[in-house]
């Protein structure tokens, strides 16, 4: 009796961590999500529907067309939801990671962070560079030049200045008319319709007011008991919600690899899945089909 009550209470344990592993509270529909080596959509319980193999990736969209564009250091890859690749550039340089963020604009250019060279460069469909700015500081071949990168609806850039611990706007001619600085690695900033900017640096996501006063925050020991570390990419929801990835989201299988939150800082769920992905910067929320969310994607 005692080798098939020590089987029985394996099993149990084993299905007991299985379910433990996941999705907590009500996400409501699907997550594209970057982690692992791979950009992924993910259902609404956090299982993997939909996975492509990727370098280690900061920066992920799902395009309206249904493809998905990524930057993952050694290129800036749009592929089709059968693999096809269908846009991709890659930095001559590539020391200290070619390119860490991207964006796809309204006129089908795509925006290119290259942090090799700390240049911001707008690419059309056949590849060609039709729009470059050199941003400071910057040092070839550097790690952490830039993070993520951003065109706002006025033309300038919304840049993310890693290693400065500074995120900075740009005019297309090279102006800065707001720099921003935080505490620890400026990851990802968005502008939001109110004229805010939010800021990841990790430990902390702060929204600046236009005259770069800090206006919010939330740090990753606002929610107890739950352990948040580094958190990276975000997505601004329209009710204001929150949803960010976290690099390094694990110790000793405690952690958090994506979650979302109010802006009263509470959480609406998290995911916690160490098998999943150690480090899970980008994502974006969906709706119930894996399409992008109605309206303008503030990430």
Known sequence: MKPAIFIVAVMMFGLAKTEAAGISGVVGSKLLASGGNKVMILSDQGAIEWEHPTGLTHDAWMLPNGNVLFADGGSVTEVTPAHEV??????????????????RLENGNTLIGENSTGKLLEVDPTGKVVFELQTNPARVGEHHNLRLVRKLKN????????????VKEYTPQGGVVLELKVANIAFAAIRTDRGTTLVAALNKITEFDAQGQAVWE?????????KITNMTGLHLLSNGNIVTGCYSAYDKEEGTGLLEITKDKKLVWRLSDPRLANHMMAVQKLDQHGKPLPGACQR
């Open 155 to 166: 033309g300038n850039y919304l840049v993310c200045h890693s290693g400065a611990h500074v």
């Open 218 to 226: 939330f740090t990753n020991t606002d929610i107890p008991g739950v």
């Open 86 to 103: 269908v846009f991709q550039y890659k930095a001559r340089e590539q020391r200290g990671g070619g390119s860490y963020g991207c964006q």
